[in-house]
């Protein structure tokens, strides 16, 4: 929005919403305005348009959403039918409950397919609103075809995952399939800060939402030795920059100082590691660390704090098996502390999330799945690892910018504080200076589209290609190449690679697929045959000295 432009009405009595939902979220959610950037979206998503918001983490991104289908599904979509594609199991669980607060005032169903529950069956073809994975929905649209009859609206939210190279396949040909299928469904992408939203607006054919605006101030840093030092402040208001500190404890045990200096501002933190054993040992190190200064007394950790965390362990033990991990989480809860990963059960999940949110943890220590959309910010986060393993590249590779500036935004809980923290962890003043230039003060990277590798000679070293290519084939209604070209053209690949190259590339997966036997070719047209000539028939060039 242009500096000179007239802000649009933020109070919600002047939008023309259900009064039902109004009441709701000033009495349930204690809302009464709107934030700039919702504000400036919502008029556009409930006239039906697409919309992408690039919004910073807590800038109210879901809330858009969640207005647009209730207000729409009671109108102009009665009768139809929203999706909600999240890229998480947990996510989905937290998606459902706050949509299920919102709809149930008005009469609509919510309901959730992610694969791990009984009783979705009947949710998946009764609700008015249905909250998926990708994964799930891939599945659906494969196994039940009427899925697509009645939908009206769909939010793509974490849509910058398209940049994941095991999700985004799957989120990039879900959301093509739909537009291919139901052209004149709305689709609201919801998205983390990215390099190229405009290309990413314009492959939805969208109205682009772009804001740095956060709802309090984010104050972004760096953890050398004990030593802090801010670089970066984010946020409504301009505030005095604060001097750099140095915080108590042993630089051996930088995580329990960390944690120590946290609790004493009766703040809670999030931590973040690059893998599940990671997360395991430094909760598993935390938590005996609090135990240990509860037995000598220590005024920063609370004896009635701890009856509550004996009490939840107790619950979760009763009510789980006795894995090993259960018995480690149920552990690490005694000393305040838990981890977090894609490998708990969703009780656990459930647990531990309401626990943190309702401050009954001090903290938290996850991979970096908890940043993808999970609402629970606290005080304080602390990013440890800027690397992590790829099998696609085969070593350890660098965190991409936006997932790191994800995990830092869960810094402050809009309700609670001022502010909120976000520290890197550097070795040294050397690292600390690299830090702050890749990820404080460089934009975010570009999304490219994972459907193709862009590096493959071979069509077996393409294999979300392969495999997609051959879904639709199988499934979705797809029966001879112009319908290929037909569909593939309007996937986000499509923008980012030359049509010939594309072209040539189906040719290339189409024969591989007939030639190992996993689809039948009846023919092959005169189009494609010429192309395939002409590839044969172009000389190569030798490289020059």
Same mark, same amino acid.
């Given at each position: 929005m242009a500096a000179n432009e007239e802000l649009p009405p933020t109070a919600l009595a002047d939008l023309e919403l259900d009064e039902r939902i109004v009441s709701s979220l000033r009495e349930d959610w204690g809302i009464e305005e709107l934030f700039p950037p919702q504000a400036e979206a919502?008029?556009?998503?409930?006239?039906?348009?697409?919309?992408?918001? +690039?919004?910073? +983490?807590?800038?109210?991104?879901?809330? /858009?959403?969640?207005?647009? $289908?209730?207000?729409?599904?009671?109108? %102009?979509?009665?009768? !139809?039918?929203?999706?909600?594609?999240?890229?998480?199991?947990? &996510?989905?669980?937290?998606?459902?409950k706050e949509l299920r607060e919102l709809a149930g005032r008005v009469g609509l169903s919510v309901g959730i397919a992610i694969g791990d529950r009984s009783g979705e069956t009947g949710q998946i073809e009764d609700s008015d609103i249905l909250v998926c994975t990708s994964e799930k929905l891939d599945s659906l649209l494969r196994t039940r075809t009427g899925l697509m009859e009645r939908i009206g609206i769909v939010v793509a939210d974490e849509f910058h995952l398209l940049h994941d190279i095991s999700r985004g396949p799957t989120l990039? /040909?879900?959301?093509?399939?739909?537009?291919?299928?139901?052209?004149?469904?709305?689709?609201?992408?919801?998205?983390?800060? /990215?390099?190229? !939203?405009?290309?990413?607006?314009?492959?939805?054919?969208a109205r682009l939402i772009e804001s740095d605006w956060r709802p309090i101030q984010l104050h972004s840093g760096t953890l050398t030795g004990l030593d802090v030092r801010i670089h970066r402040i984010d946020g409504p208001e301009k505030v005095d920059w604060p001097e750099p500190r140095t915080i108590e404890g042993r630089v051996t045990k930088k995580l329990q100082a960390?944690?120590?200096?946290?609790?004493?501002?009766?703040?809670?933190?999030?931590?973040?590691?690059?893998?599940?054993?990671?997360?395991?040992?430094?909760?598993?190190?935390?938590?005996?660390?609090?135990?240990?200064? &509860?037995?000598?007394?220590?005024?920063?950790?609370?004896?009635?704090?701890?009856?509550?965390? %004996?009490?939840?362990? %107790?619950?979760?033990?009763?009510?789980?098996?006795?894995?090993?991990?259960?018995?480690?989480?149920a552990n690490c809860i005694r000393g305040g502390l838990a981890f977090h990963h894609a490998g708990l059960s969703y009780s656990q999940r459930r647990t531990i999330e309401d626990a943190f949110r309702d401050g009954r943890l001090l903290g938290l220590v996850a991979t970096p799945t908890l940043a993808q959309g999970v609402?629970?910010?606290?005080?304080?986060?602390?990013?440890? @690892?800027?690397?992590?393993?790829?099998?696609?590249?085969?070593?350890?590779?660098?965190?991409? $910018?936006?997932?790191?500036?994800?995990?830092?935004?869960?810094?402050?809980?809009?309700?609670?504080?001022?502010?909120?923290?976000?520290?890197?962890?550097?070795?040294?003043?050397?690292?600390?200076?690299?830090?702050v230039d890749r990820y404080l003060l460089s934009d975010p990277e570009e999304v490219t589209?994972?459907?193709?590798?862009?590096?493959?000679?071979?069509?077996?070293? @393409?294999?979300?290609?392969?495999?997609?290519?051959?879904?639709?084939?199988?499934?979705?209604? $797809?029966?001879?190449? %112009?319908? /290929?070209?037909?569909?593939?053209?309007? +996937?986000?690949?499509? +923008?980012?690679?030359?049509?010939?190259?594309?072209?040539?590339?189906?040719?290339?997966?189409?024969?591989?697929?007939?030639?190992?036997?996993?689809?039948?070719?009846?023919g092959e047209s005169g189009e494609v045959l010429e192309r395939i000539k002409n590839r044969q028939d172009t000389p190569e060039v030798e490289d020059e000295e």
């Open positions: 919502l008029p556009y998503a409930l006239a039906g348009r697409n919309v992408m918001m +690039t919004i910073p +983490t807590a800038s109210g991104k879901s809330l /858009v959403a969640y207005l647009a $289908i209730i207000q729409r599904l009671l109108t %102009d979509l009665e009768g !139809g039918r929203a999706l909600y594609i999240v890229p998480l199991k947990a &996510l989905a669980s937290e998606k459902v990039e /040909v879900l959301l093509s399939r739909i537009r291919h299928a139901r052209p004149e469904a709305q689709i609201i992408a919801l998205s983390a800060t /990215v390099g190229n !939203g405009e290309e990413m607006a314009a492959w939805l054919d960390v944690l120590d200096d946290t609790v004493a501002t009766s703040g809670q933190i999030l931590i973040f590691v690059n893998s599940r054993a990671s997360a395991q040992k430094e909760a598993r190190e935390l938590s005996k660390h609090v135990r240990k200064q &509860l037995g000598t007394g220590s005024l920063r950790y609370d004896g009635e704090m701890a009856e509550e965390w %004996d009490s939840i362990a %107790d619950r979760m033990t009763r009510r789980e098996d006795t894995s090993v991990m259960g018995k480690s989480l609402n629970l910010p606290a005080r304080r986060v602390i990013v440890r @690892d800027y690397r992590r393993w790829s099998s696609a590249a085969g070593g350890s590779m660098p965190v991409p $910018i936006m997932e790191i500036r994800q995990m830092m935004g869960r810094a402050g809980r809009p309700q609670y504080d001022d502010s909120g923290d976000a520290w890197l962890i550097a070795k040294d003043i050397d690292e600390e200076l690299n830090l589209s994972k459907l193709a590798n862009p590096s493959a000679i071979r069509p077996e070293e @393409d294999p979300a290609l392969l495999t997609h290519l051959l879904s639709m084939i199988a499934t979705g209604g $797809i029966n001879d190449r %112009d319908a /290929v070209s037909g569909f593939f053209s309007q +996937t986000f690949l499509a +923008t980012q690679m030359d049509s010939e190259m594309l072209e040539a590339r189906l040719d290339d997966v189409i024969g591989w697929l007939a030639t190992n036997g996993m689809i039948t070719r009846a």
